[in-house]
């Protein structure tokens, strides 16, 4: 269990170091797993030691858990951890993340996604400085049967005691939390993903075009989204078959996806529910336009008409309203490409984001 996870070791410099322990229900890359190789990649190593566990799903060397040890990161399986909820191995779960909080006796306890937020505060309530839990997008929004979605807002309503801070990447995400009544010991934070978007390795337009074996003269109108009812797809999918004059590319499980965002004309994001979306910012830090539907963090991302255009999710008609709007309006797609990679430099900067985590780490003693 935690098997990779090294010793601290006798090194005193080692003792002065704030231990974090990220935990995550799988390495399977998503956007928890890009937020965890995000921050931890760029926290300040003199300061803080660091490991991070995660469930067996997705362990692969496309990974979170494999891209981190080849950056150095302390890293460790958690083999109960699961999505699926399933009474006696989430119990085994509980057990086994209460050893590793024993073995690691970490300052901070940093929680992503629901099950390992269940689980870890479950396991490290009074035994931790500090529990924090960040959600990117809550599970209760998802398309489930009311009954399903009752027991996650009773699941997280419940746990939310046992954690100290609760971060959302959306505003919208805190304000309904708040309204539901999920009070965790210290507070509700938002705090907004961040990118550098200056280091993000493009390829151009042609080398892009070739890889996906496009030609010269498509319009493309492309997204990156894994095949998720909430990414809406089947909603995207409509809309090859009624504007004949466009190219529709749907990236899927591709590592480093977005260096080929050069060769769409147009982003969609056709999701119908969201946290704070990673391919939106890069999407802009690629310089290409944006059509997003009106979900999640996506609203507090694009004003419409000046940095992206908003739709309302679920709508085929509007996908296509929106691409033929831009198909036909050459200036609009370059002020919006345009103010779209303003806005990730000025507001949704990776500086902004690992600034506010590290104020978060710094206020425990």
């Not at 300052?107 to 479950?122: E, Y």
């Amino acid at each position: 269990m935690a098997d990779r996870i090294m010793a601290a070791g006798n090194n005193k410099k080692m003792d002065i170091k704030k231990k974090i322990l990220f935990l995550v229900t799988q390495s399977e890359f998503g956007g928890a797993q890009r937020f965890i190789y995000n921050l931890v990649t760029n926290l300040n190593q003199d300061k803080y030691s660091i490991a991070v566990a995660a469930g067996l799903e997705g362990d692969n060397e496309n990974g979170l858990l494999f891209a981190l040890e080849k950056k150095g990161i302390d890293t460790g399986h958690l083999r109960y951890l699961r999505r699926s909820i399933n009474p006696f191995f989430d119990f085994l779960g509980v057990i086994e993340i209460l050893k590793l909080i024993k073995k690691e006796k970490p300052d901070i306890l940093f929680l992503c996604s629901s099950k390992a937020g269940f689980l870890g505060s479950w396991a490290g309530k009074n035994k931790i400085k500090k529990v924090i839990y960040r959600i990117g997008g809550w599970t209760f929004n998802d398309p489930w049967p009311k009954w399903k979605k009752k027991l996650y807002i009773w699941i997280e309503k419940i746990s939310a005691g046992w954690k100290d801070y609760i971060i959302n990447n959306a505003e919208s995400d805190k304000q309904q939390a708040i309204k539901i009544g999920i009070k965790p010991q210290r507070g509700i934070l938002t705090i907004y993903n961040g990118i550098d978007a200056d280091k993000l390795k493009f390829l151009n337009k042609g080398e892009a075009g070739n890889f996906l074996r496009l030609n010269n003269s498509d319009f493309v109108v492309g997204t990156i989204a894994n095949d998720y009812p909430t990414k809406g797809l089947k909603y995207l999918r409509e809309v090859e078959g009624k504007l004949q004059d466009i190219k529709l590319v749907i990236l899927s499980n591709i590592p480093d996806a977005y260096k080929y965002l050069k060769a769409f004309d147009i982003f969609v994001l056709s999701s119908v529910k969201e946290g704070f979306p990673w391919v939106i910012l890069e999407a802009m830090s690629a310089g290409v336009p944006i059509i997003a539907t009106k979900v999640g963090a996506i609203p507090e991302i694009i004003q419409n008409n000046e940095n992206g255009i908003l739709i309302e999710p679920k709508s085929p008609k509007a996908i296509i309203d929106a691409v033929k709007l831009l198909m036909d309006n050459k200036d609009l797609m370059r002020k919006l490409a345009i103010n779209g990679r303003k806005t990730v430099i000025e507001k949704f900067n990776l500086e902004k984001m690992i600034n506010r985590y590290v104020e978060l780490f710094e206020s425990t003693n």
